[in-house]
T-cell receptor, first 113, second 117 residues
């Protein structure tokens, strides 16, 4: 039973355009959401997070949007750059009740020249 | 700090053999997590520790898997006996709980790629 779902295994985007990665979750009690980026042969690295009390968080080219009613979040990367080609994992946590961090299966992003 | 250190980076073994994966968390971090990555299941949480105490091991697949954290700077994940379906990349991650934003941000090691023949 996947509590955090990334339904697109891969995505290809032209360099310079916007990349939109999507994530759905089932547990309405999650209070923090995080995105991690992973290059081959490396561990995932933290990218950006958002609290459940917010609907948007921005950091440079990266913006995360949260729609609690739809249990959906998305990561926007604009403009997309070649170095953004990686696997992106969505994660969620229940900080006040548990310290577990649950990850989705990941979406592989290809930035095309 | 050198980050989270995992060893070995690659392990190839035969079915039935014992496998031990090792992790050194970042100094001062009091949370340690073990994850397994496969194509089918993505990043699965196996077990996590807080202050060296196992808090939740519900993700450990079966009794063949065990994890220990004898002190704040070392943890092991053991598989005995190993099976081909255990082939995966195993990640260790550590954190010091929630940061100033409230998020529990993990720092991952580079992973241990296990192949069981």
């Amino acid at each position: 039973d996947q509590q955090v779902k990334q339904n697109s295994p891969s995505l290809s985007v032209q360099e310079g355009r916007i990349s939109i990665l999507n994530c759905d979750y089932t547990n309405s009690m999650f209070d923090y959401f995080l995105w991690y980026k992973k290059y081959p042969a490396e561990g995932p690295t933290f990218l950006i997070s958002i609290s459940s009390i917010k609907d948007k968080n921005e950091d440079g080219r990266f913006t995360v949007f949260l729609n609690k009613s739809a249990k959906h979040l998305s990561l926007h990367i604009v403009p997309s750059q070649p170095g953004d080609s990686a696997v992106y994992f969505c994660a969620a946590s229940l900080n006040d009740r548990d310290d577990k961090i649950i990850f989705g299966k990941g979406t592989r992003l290809h930035i095309l020249p | 700090d050198a980050g989270v250190i995992q060893s070995p980076r690659h392990e190839v073994t035969e079915m039935g053999q014992e496998v031990t994966l090792r992790c050194k968390p970042i100094s001062g971090h009091d949370y340690l997590f073990w994850y397994r990555q496969t194509m089918m299941r993505g990043l699965e949480l196996l077990i996590y520790f807080n202050n060296n105490v196992p808090i939740d091991d519900s993700g450990m697949p079966e009794d063949r898997f065990s994890a220990k954290m004898p002190n704040a700077s070392f943890s092991t994940l053991k598989i005995q006996p190993s099976e081909p379906r255990d082939s995966a990349v195993y990640f260790c991650a550590s954190s010091n709980g929630t940061d100033s934003s409230g998020a529990n941000v993990l720092t991952f090691g580079a992973g241990s790629r296990l192949t069981v023949l």
